[in-house]
């Protein structure tokens, strides 16, 4: 224990050494859809395959061949994430997403709520998404 009563940097407890690994690829992950997204915008060529988050996506994956009636080999990767997905739970929503990462940063709309009752922020979320 450090002076101040707060323990150390090394007798972190495991649950606030992965709270900073997530913060970590999430703000990797993050500044490589904003380089993607940048880059895209500008024509500029990239280091990265421009579409890397979209192959990387299982449902956009399986969507995409369901749609196109076909095959597309590159989608695969997404598997990837589906591996990542069954030993390691919600990899690709809580780690890598941009999205989800926007909703971590933000309130995204989590709080406290009182059961039955639904916030406007929650509701805001909920409408538009359940008419597409």
Sequence with gaps: MSE???????Q???????????????????TVFLYLLIGL?????????????FILDPLAGIMTMIAGREFIPVM???AITLALAVFSGRAWCGWICPMGTILDWTKGGRGRRLPG?????????SVP???L
């Design 12 to 30: 972190l407890s495991p649950a606030r050494n992965w709270r900073r690994a997530r913060i970590a690829v999430q703000i990797i992950a993050f």
């Design 117 to 125: 009752r639904e916030s406007a922020s929650s509701l805001s979320f």
């Design 129 to 131: 998404l359940s008419v």
């Design 76 to 78: 695969t990767f997404g």
């Design 41 to 53: 915008s500008n024509s500029v060529n990239l280091l990265l395959p421009h579409h890397l988050f």
């Design 4 to 10: 101040a009563g707060k323990p150390s940097g090394s």
